[in-house]
């Protein structure tokens, strides 16, 4: 499975922000995929998570409330909603999936090669 995330860009604090992640094979439903992030001379961390059906999601504290993760599974493609994004979020974001697990990075069995979220204060 080759995942690939893109949609980062230059936004200002408050704005909204759409990340994707395609994956190349129909068998992505299969998958619980992650969403991870690392921020500069920062370790990656965890942001969000979406079961493969889509009916269980999970959020890192920090991202609560602003941030919505979804998937459709028929384009094989997960998503990242980020609104009112702030300077703590900038970082390259990641997506991954994992056929067994999510909380952790070690379960995961595949990485994308991330995208750059830069928010402007």
């Known amino acids: 499975v080759q995942l690939q995330a893109f949609g980062g860009g230059l936004v200002q604090t408050g704005e909204s922000l759409t990340l994707s992640c395609l994956a190349s094979?129909?068998?992505?439903?299969?998958?619980?995929v992650g969403w991870f992030r690392q921020a500069p001379g920062q370790e990656r961390e965890f942001v969000a998570h979406?079961?493969?059906?889509?009916?269980?999601?999970n959020y890192a504290d920090s991202v609560k409330g602003r941030f919505t993760v979804s998937r459709d599974n028929a384009k094989n493609t997960a998503y990242l909603q980020m609104n009112s994004l702030k300077p703590e979020d900038t970082g390259i974001y990641y997506c991954?999936?994992?056929?067994?697990?999510?909380?952790?990075?070690?379960?995961?069995?595949?990485w994308g090669q991330g995208t750059l979220v830069t928010v402007s204060s």
């Open positions: 991954a999936a994992a056929l067994v697990g999510w909380a952790s990075e070690g379960q995961y069995d595949y």
């Open positions: 094979v129909r068998s992505l439903s299969n998958y619980n």
């Open positions: 979406v079961s493969y059906s889509g009916g269980s999601t």
